[in-house]
């Protein structure tokens, strides 16, 4: 045997497990074009809704997947200072809701619509159709919000940019 024989065995290993790796990610495509990437992130056990947030708590993630913004004096450790609402809370949720559905993200209210003070979405990222839950609260003295991620360790600012966007904030 020689070694340009063991080289091309070699080289005909690598291509199989290339090949064998392309074939993988193809299917993992197709699985999540097929199947859907909205779907694929809610199980029987697993809702894409955290249900409400308890802004009383104050409860953060522990790690860096969730924004919370309120008017000054609201909430602790705030990522956005939120400006006091100048409207009562049916023509302030009107603003509200117009800069949301100007968004570019598949955004669903899934509160039960019983307090006219408090709404309740689930946001889906662009790419991969993560599920967030975006909780807001009108209150006379200001504006609570929170946006959490269901998957992941890090959302790399997309929270914080969304509250942004939805509350015309700038940084």
Do not use: H
């Not at 609201?74 to 409207?87: F, Q």
Request: hydrophobic share 45%.
């Amino acid at each position: 045997m020689t070694i340009l024989s063991l080289l091309r065995g070699l080289v005909k290993i690598a291509l199989i497990i290339i090949a064998s790796l392309v074939a993988f990610v193809l299917a993992a495509f197709l699985f999540l074009v097929l199947y859907g990437r909205t779907t694929g992130w809610e199980t029987k056990s697993r809702k894409a809704d955290q249900d409400i947030y308890d802004f009383a708590a104050g409860r953060r993630s522990a790690t860096d997947n969730d924004a919370l913004a309120c008017s000054e004096g609201l909430c602790d450790e705030t990522d956005i200072v939120l400006p006091v609402p100048s409207a009562g809370p049916e023509k302030a949720f009107a603003a509200l809701e117009r800069n949301i559905a100007a968004d570019s993200d598949k955004v669903e209210r899934v509160d039960d619509k019983s307090d006219p003070f408090y709404r309740r979405y689930v946001v889906r990222t662009q790419l991969m159709r993560f599920p967030d839950t975006v909780d807001i609260r009108w209150s006379p003295e200001g504006w609570r919000a929170m946006s959490r991620s269901l998957i992941g360790r890090s959302d790399f600012g997309g929270n914080e940019k969304r509250l942004r966007r939805w509350f015309g904030v700038t940084s």
